[in-house]
């Protein structure tokens, strides 16, 4: 859980800056609900929401990862992935409320990480409950 833990600090340190410049944002803007027209707020408040909706599904699962004695080079390249996936995606959305590089980017990893440690969770599980019970 060492491992996971590592990886939730650093996603909350994000989230956090995240939620900073939305709230520094409608204080310098007076916009207390919604985004007012402001597009520079409308982005700040997705790239936020988008990290609060991806990064609590990752973790669980990197944390399943891990309490399934998953080997650390793996864990540690899906939490760098994640992350990384999560930066550059804040980024690029930060930058213009369309389609950009870094936006694009971010969601491919995000997503690609997602479904690699989905697939690792059902592929250990086969193996466990499945293959190993049969060679008994």
């Known amino acids: 859980m060492r491992i996971t833990g590592l990886y ?5 340190l994000l989230m956090l800056g995240l939620a900073i410049r939305v709230m520094l944002l409608r204080r310098n803007t007076s916009i207390g609900l919604g985004d007012g027209g402001n597009r520079t707020l409308a982005c700040a408040v997705r790239a936020h929401g988008n990290a609060i909706e991806y990064v ?19 864990l540690h390249a899906f939490g760098i992935v994640l992350l990384l ?10 930058a213009t409320p369309g389609m950009s590089a870094g936006r694009a980017v971010g969601a491919a990893l995000t997503l690609l990480v997602l479904l690699a440690m989905a697939l690792m969770l059902i592929w ?5 409950h499945v293959i190993a019970p049969s060679l008994v």
């Not at 944390?63 to 650390?72: A, D, R």
């Not at 250990?124 to 466990?128: A, K, M, N, R, S």
């Open 8 to 12: 939730a600090a650093l996603l909350a």
């Open 56 to 74: 609590p599904i990752g973790l669980i699962l990197l944390l399943v990862l891990e309490l399934n004695q998953t080997l650390p080079v793996l």
């Open 85 to 94: 996936g999560r930066v550059v995606h804040a980024l690029g959305l930060s």
């Open 124 to 128: 250990q599980y086969v193996v466990i």
